[in-house]
């Protein structure tokens, strides 16, 4: 009698499946609300979102491009001065609440930065994940 196939004598083709547990797509930590979502969700006018970046006794004023529990997005002007790793501190009104933390540049481009937060506040964190479950699920805030 011949031996019955098995399950492992088919080819996977090199795929694999997905649990859905991995980070996102773009590789970061934690998914980004942009910032006419964010702005959307606390019911605040569209328009540039204020973020004072502060380094090496200067303050320098950007503009929010997104933001997660674990970080953000900044657009500031060229020449900028940030570099990877530099530790900084960053101050941002989101609705009726203020935001302030301090922060390292994980990149830094002409006229952006991406910024990882260094220990944030509990209600802070709390904060920021909550506004992501609220886009999610469809609701404001």
């Given at each position: ?42 019911m ?87 506004l ?10």
């Open positions: 009698m011949a031996e019955k196939p098995s399950w492992d004598d088919i080819p996977s083709l090199g795929l694999s499946l997905d649990d859905g547990a991995s980070e996102p797509a773009d590789h970061r930590a934690a998914v980004r609300l942009p910032t006419r979502d964010l702005q959307d969700l606390l605040m006018p569209r328009g540039p979102l204020p973020v004072k970046v502060r380094y090496d006794k200067r303050i320098k004023t950007g503009a929010l491009v997104d933001i997660s529990q674990k970080g953000m997005g900044i657009r500031l002007q060229q020449g900028h001065g940030l570099g990877k790793d530099m530790i900084i501190g960053l101050s941002s009104r989101l609705g009726k609440r203020s935001l302030s933390v301090k922060a390292i540049v994980r990149w830094s481009a002409p006229d952006k930065i991406g910024v990882e937060f260094i220990n944030p506040k509990k209600e802070d964190y709390e904060f920021l994940s909550e992501y479950a609220a886009k999610v699920l469809g609701g404001g805030f």
